[in-house]
C-alpha cells in the first residue's frame, strides 16, 4: 500500500538509527510540528535538542514543515541549527528534492519522519525516501478530537 510506512514507531526517539545505517541511509528529514515539537510551541524540549544534536553527528538533518507563518518558523530557527524548509506543501516534493539537493543527498539514502500519512509518509514516499511513522510527540495533551482524526487517518495504512 502507498502510505504505509516503511516503520512505524512510537517517537522519534525510538528510530534505530543502527538499522538506517546498514540501510545506507545518509540523511532524515522530519516534519515539524508533532514529530519534533509540539505543534505551535515554536519550542523544542532539551531531549530533543539533544536527540538531533547526537543524531546529526551521524546523518545530515533536515525539518520539513507544511507551516507557513514566517514568525513562527523564524522562532524555530532561532531554536535550532538544522536548516528548515517552511512551506512544503507536503505531500507535494518539490521543497523535500530542493533539501535533498542542498544537502548532497539522494532519495534512496534519505528517511522522511512524521507523524501523518497523508502527508509526510506520501512525501516521503512519492519522493522515494524511507519511511518513518510516530505518533505525535504530545499526544498526550491533544484534544479528544484531534486524537480521534489521528486514529481515522491511520486506518488508511491498516493492512
Known amino acids: 500500500m502507498r502510505l504505509k510506512p516503511d516503520y512505524n514507531i512510537e517517537s522519534i526517539y525510538d528510530?534505530?538509527?543502527?538499522e538506517l545505517k546498514n540501510k545506507g541511509i545518509k540523511g532524515i528529514?522530519?516534519?515539524?510540528?508533532?514529530?519534533?515539537?509540539?505543534?505551535?510551541?515554536?519550542e523544542f524540549t532539551?531531549?530533543?535538542?539533544?536527540?538531533l544534536d547526537e543524531l546529526s553527528k551521524d546523518f545530515k538533518i533536515a525539518i520539513i514543515s507544511n507551516n507557513y507563518n514566517k514568525t513562527y518558523i523564524e522562532k524555530v530557527c532561532s531554536a535550532c541549527t538544522i536548516k528548515v524548509y517552511p512551506e512544503a506543501k507536503k505531500p507535494e516534493t518539490e521543497i523535500m528534492k530542493s533539501a535533498?539537493?542542498?544537502?548532497?543527498?539522494?532519495?534512496?539514502?534519505?528517511?522522511?519522519?512524521?507523524?501523518?500519512p497523508l502527508t509526510d509518509i506520501l512525501a516521503g514516499k512519492r519522493a522515494g525516501m524511507v519511511t518513518?511513522?510516530?505518533d505525535s510527540i504530545s499526544k498526550h495533551e491533544e484534544h479528544?478530537?484531534?486524537?480521534?482524526?489521528?486514529?481515522?487517518?491511520?486506518l488508511?495504512?491498516?493492512k
Open 132 to 134: 518513518i511513522l510516530v
Open 100 to 116: 535533498l539537493e542542498d544537502l548532497e543527498l539522494n532519495p534512496s539514502e534519505t528517511a522522511m519522519v512524521g507523524d501523518r
Open 46 to 51: 532539551q531531549k530533543t535538542k539533544e536527540f
Open 29 to 42: 528529514f522530519f516534519d515539524l510540528d508533532s514529530t519534533v515539537m509540539k505543534s505551535k510551541s515554536g
Open 15 to 18: 528510530i534505530d538509527t543502527k
Open 156 to 158: 488508511s495504512i491498516k
Open 144 to 154: 479528544k478530537i484531534v486524537r480521534f482524526v489521528r486514529w481515522l487517518e491511520r
